[in-house]
């Protein structure tokens, strides 16, 4: 499948990153939190938050300031969340949050450059990686679960390899091995992926109803109960991503496809047990990388929903939830 | 892959069907037992039975008497189990019966020409999801959940085909859609079963160990546990099946292989929720089958257990349990 406008999708950086700006825009006025507690036991002490009050807190590492927040029920090993292109901390799906943080504490965080964090983006995951460890670091964290959406799969991915000791099990949503499969798409974005980037939506966060569900009346419903959840947020929200960061995240892209060698082999050294997940229909990271993933990573179970593309678990935060908890205990 | 003799897999059907006999000759003595009942409320009342103790029982349809055993907590919908390869009754894992029976009637039974069932076997799985729908119509059910193994899978698919309003929920464990990926394997059997299946194994069950688990030590320990659960039935075991079933068998495997037309377009008439379940590396009925039948079932989920073969649902049994129990409630 090509491209609708016929023009590959690599070269419209700047379009793709306008859309993707366009798109980010109603993410909603950049406050922020006076709050920057830089260490872990504070803000874990922050009992009964949510996705929607948690406050959003700094840590800096590295000469960068890292936007992040941290709630949920401690004891357990807390969970880091990657986030996916171009997203920021209220692009996750409260649902899910609230959800599997009644039995951990959840980290999600901006990576540099990327919201309200400084610095840079880098235009390779191994360089996203990076800033992610040193975050993690800075937290004085151990010992953590990760998971990866989409390219934040791909920077989870990385870490593991980068620091095995630091990663007890890893979950992978919507993401691929390097090498991946994205159906001659230049760039290694699917045609759907630059074509759905690139189109008009109005309202604009109607994208997301293309990005993340099928056409399906069913699941465009899970996408709507999605989006009132998305924007359920409206204090504190976090400051929209720059036209930086989509130029940045296509090029790392560019580069994880582009990874010479024997193809998968590098996923014997994730010797973490792994849970992969998605919908069967994903059409911005086509579903085939997912069972790659599980083929090839020596310890790895999938989890694939029905009638659901790269938002899948966003469509069945339910038992999406249910399997994480299984897999983490 | 090629077979390792060189000889194509197909060509030797005599040689496969006296090594699967072998192989089964293990099941036990041909003990049945002398209670017949006919009436699935005569069957359902007898509780606190298990697949070690249930007894087996016949019903008559069409001229054939079928084998089989019913036990669980009555209530919900009964779950009917379709055999795999060469399987008889004794072929269950106990232990993924007896999990599923504490919320739910499980009913195992022999097919036409299997094992303690009369009749003859069909060379067409058309013809065994017939017999498998009188047998299910002589026990006077008017709706069931469906679950199929292997070639069970094949033809638990064309019962739900056939009679749609009987099939409430739909389970396909290590299965395949017409028109399958077997490697080029001669007869659509995949290389390794050829192989696997014309080894010569000491003590002959070892053949299970190749066939349902991985070469890893823990797949194959997993597969040692299964031996001993598979051994615990020592009363009324069923009666090996004869050396006509694995040549009828195979044959229908051809034909489901050889099917024209567009390929997996016939999925999309199957409309009930299904659970399509494999191992990340099963070599009989390769894995990718089971993403080409959740890509075009219309409501299909698929999980997928790491370093498992064939039997991933018996070497992961807890875990397949309490997903077929999300999965039917």
Known sequence: MQNRTGVPAYAKRTTLAAAAALALAFAGAPAIAADTATSHQTASQAGGQTAITAATRFVEANGIRYAYRRFGKPGKLPLVFNQHFTGNLDNWDPAVLDGLAKDREVIIFDNAGVGASTGDVPTTFAGMATNAEAFIDALGLKKVDLLGFSIGGMIAQQITLDRPELINKLILVGTAPRNMDAGGGQG?????????????????????????????????????????????????????????????????????????????AYLKDIKQPTLVVSGTHDTIVYTVNSLYLVQ????????????????????????FIAQVNSFLK
Chains 1, 2 share one sequence.
């Open 188 to 264: 290694h974005l699917t045609p759907e992926t630059a074509a759905i980037f690139t189109a008009k939506y109005d309202p604009p966060e109607n994208l997301w109803l293309k990005v993340f569900f099928t056409d399906s009346e069913s699941s465009q419903a899970a996408g709507r109960a999605f989006l009132k959840r998305y924007f359920s947020r409206t204090k504190d929200r976090d400051q929209a991503v720059s036209d930086k960061v989509a130029p940045a995240q296509m090029a790392a892209v560019g580069e994880w496809g582009d990874h010479p060698g024997e193809r998968f």
């Open 296 to 319: 090839n990573l020596p310890n790895a179970k999938l989890v694939l929903y029905p009638d659901a593309s790269h938002g899948a678990w966003y469509q069945y935060s339910s038992d």
